[in-house]
């Protein structure tokens, strides 16, 4: 778990988003909604890394407003499960223990098995683009061996099958959970060969996708991301790599 004093070394990140999205809006100050944006973002980059303490006066400060818009963007936050508050305590980013990611794991699962299912039969040929688009940035990234640049590249390749589901509930619904679990899955990317194992696999859901082959796509997509096995051993190695951290 990091010291409340890690959030010293975000700032600048931070503080870099916030006047871009300053300038983007053209306002001087930062709406709730773009508020909780950009410590979304802090959160799944892994900037804030699970366990850590946000403190309210500090992100008021960062943001140069008042501890009300800061207040009701961790509101939300707390409502997506990305955060917890804790009575008295603080509010700290949700760290996850192994009973608890192996069952949001499960769910995941199941849910983009359902997204590649569909898509196999309902994908368009700007589905099927946009599917290979992100794939091969995702051979790209992979290729120069940058684990970070993979994964965003492995989030847009996800986010290009739910949306080929056809189902914007299901879309949706995929998207909230795997914002949950995005710092985990970032982790394991750090993992010596996942990356590469992890690109194999999304071939294969690919060539599934682009076959038509909806149990094919669904069996394949749910063993990306089930966490059972050797995968299993590989995420208890990149929680105890974060807590040497």
């Known amino acids: 778990m990091m010291m409340?004093?890690?959030?010293?070394?975000?700032?600048?990140?931070?503080?870099?988003?916030?006047?871009?999205?300053?300038?983007?809006?053209?306002?001087?100050?930062?709406?709730?909604?773009?508020?909780?944006?950009?410590?979304?973002?802090?959160?799944?980059?892994?900037?804030?890394?699970?366990?850590?303490r946000l403190d309210p006066e500090s992100l008021a400060t960062e943001f140069s407003c008042s501890r009300t818009p800061i207040r009701e963007a961790l509101q939300a936050l707390e409502a997506s499960g990305l955060v917890r508050v804790e009575p008295k305590r603080g509010t700290f980013v949700t760290?996850?223990?192994?009973?608890?990611?192996?069952?949001?794991?499960?769910?995941?699962?199941?849910?983009?098995?359902?997204?590649?299912?569909?898509?196999?039969?309902?994908?368009?040929?700007?589905?099927?683009?946009?599917?290979?688009a992100a794939q091969a940035l995702c051979e790209q990234a992979a290729g120069t061996g940058d684990s970070d640049?993979?994964?965003?590249?492995?989030?847009?390749?996800?986010?290009?099958?739910?949306?080929?589901?056809?189902?914007?509930?299901?879309?949706a619904e995929a998207q909230r959970l795997q914002t949950?679990?995005?710092?985990?899955?970032?982790?394991?990317?750090h993992l010596r060969g996942r990356m590469m194992r992890s690109l194999d696999e999304h071939r294969r859901i690919m060539a599934r996708i682009e076959a038509g082959d909806a149990e094919g796509a669904c069996a394949e997509m749910?063993?990306?991301?089930i966490i059972q096995g050797d995968r299993f051993h590989e995420l208890i190695a990149s929680l105890r790599v974060a807590e040497k951290n």
């Open 149 to 171: 640049a993979y994964y965003h590249r492995n989030t847009a390749f996800h986010h290009a099958v739910y949306a080929a589901s056809g189902n914007r509930f299901l879309e």
């Open 222 to 225: 749910n063993a990306h991301v």
């Open 4 to 52: 409340d004093n890690s959030a010293e070394s975000v700032n600048s990140s931070i503080s870099a988003e916030v006047c871009e999205r300053t300038a983007v809006a053209a306002k001087d100050r930062l709406t709730t909604q773009q508020i909780r944006q950009v410590l979304e973002n802090a959160i799944v980059d892994g900037r804030f890394g699970p366990g850590q």
């Open 95 to 132: 760290e996850l223990g192994i009973v608890d990611l192996t069952e949001r794991f499960e769910v995941m699962a199941e849910l983009e098995a359902m997204c590649a299912r569909l898509a196999a039969t309902r994908a368009d040929t700007d589905d099927l683009d946009r599917i290979r």
């Open 180 to 189: 949950i679990l995005q710092p985990y899955r970032r982790r394991q990317l």
